[in-house]
């Protein structure tokens, strides 16, 4: 490949997002991961893209708006260019309600999603006969169901992603010289070095657990209960997940956490209960100590730029991160919201 114009340190969601974008600006993109494309937890199994609570609204949560609904359109390209399913669907979300003031937040979200969601998506109050049989249990007969929530299967895309890079002239690689401006999208690795570098808190890394059952209910909606995601891929298995560890030893691997969650999810949905565990996996998040993602300029070194702390919305906000790096980067427009920069303004 010819001297790139843009170089991106790190191939999660993040990374290929950007290069991606930056691929279809025009820009000649190297992407650089000595352990591949999606080799963190950009490779794991569950791909639950869920928006926050409509109501008390802020920059944050316009921002994952905006990202989810231009995910359609974004995996639909990724996948014309590569000829790999991504697994996107938006096939919407249901969560029991578990008492009456659950029920009475729940029927006033409804009409801050009315306002804030711009009649794109709803979030309503359901019961069980409306809700059908894939549901857990629910101790008030009601659920909220909302139509913005979607879902992919996270190895599915960044391998459809990374190929649709390649397809359109994009270099992916283990090792590398920079050229260009640089992105730094590297994990939660890549936090902790940022923190060191400007000796301060930036973030850290969250161990997740999770698994792949084999049970097919490829087009219901995704499930949250109790805090367990339960989500049925495209591809006729469904993904359980996940824990959130602060403190851990072995970033990689399973144990008796995830055995606590497969047995609680089966209580809560029988129908899975004898399911075949295709996979158990484990990965660490990289989570940012603001809980927004950081994006923009790293401070004190001219041409370098930090794409990071995606955390657990990570896939759900990445076309929205792809466009306002690009635009900062490629372009000089700064529309990096307030929240989640690294240095604020003034």
Not at 200 to 222: E, T
Request: charged share 20%; net charge neutral; aromatic share 6%.
């Amino acid at each position: 490949m010819a001297m790139a114009d843009l170089t991106v340190r790190g191939a999660g969601i993040f990374g290929l997002s950007i290069a991606w974008e930056a691929l279809k600006r025009g820009a000649r993109v190297r992407v650089i991961d000595p352990r591949g494309p999606a080799a963190g937890a950009s490779g794991g199994v569950v791909g639950a893209l869920q928006p926050h609570t409509p109501d008390v609204w802020n920059v944050k949560k316009q921002f994952q708006l905006d990202s989810l609904l231009m995910a359609e359109g974004f995996w639909s390209e990724v996948e014309a260019t590569s000829g790999i399913s991504s697994g996107y669907a938006r096939v919407g979300r249901l969560q029991p309600l578990i008492d009456e003031k659950a029920v009475v937040m729940a029927r006033a979200r409804s009409a801050a999603a009315e306002a804030n969601w711009g009649g794109k998506a709803q979030w309503e109050v359901i019961d069980a006969g409306a809700a059908g049989d894939w549901r857990p249990p629910s101790p008030t007969g009601l659920y909220i169901h909302d139509t913005l929530s979607a879902i992919l299967h996270p190895r599915h895309a960044t391998d459809s992603l990374a190929a649709a890079i390649r397809a359109r002239g994009g270099e992916i690689v283990t090792d590398g010289d920079d050229a260009g401006p640089v992105v730094w999208a590297t994990g939660w690795q890549g936090l902790k070095d940022l923190g060191q570098v400007l000796d301060r808190d930036m973030g850290n890394g969250v161990k997740g657990q999770a698994a792949i059952l084999h049970f097919n209910a490829a087009g219901k909606p995704q499930l949250f209960a109790e805090s367990f995601h339960i989500v049925p891929h495209l591809d006729g298995t469904v993904a359980i997940g996940s824990t959130s560890e602060r403190d851990f030893d072995t970033p990689d691997r399973t144990d008796h956490l995830l055995d606590e969650v497969l047995h609680r999810v089966s209580e809560l949905m029988p129908v899975l209960k004898g399911a075949r565990v295709v996979e158990r996996w484990a990965g660490v998040r990289p989570r940012a100590k603001s809980r927004a993602p950081l994006l923009g300029p790293w401070p004190g070194r001219a041409g370098h730029f930090v794409a990071n702390g995606g955390f657990k919305i990570g896939f759900g906000v990445a076309p929205k991160v792809a466009k306002v790096m690009c635009d900062l980067v490629l372009e000089n427009k700064d529309g990096i919201p307030d929240g989640f920069r690294i240095e604020p303004l003034g």
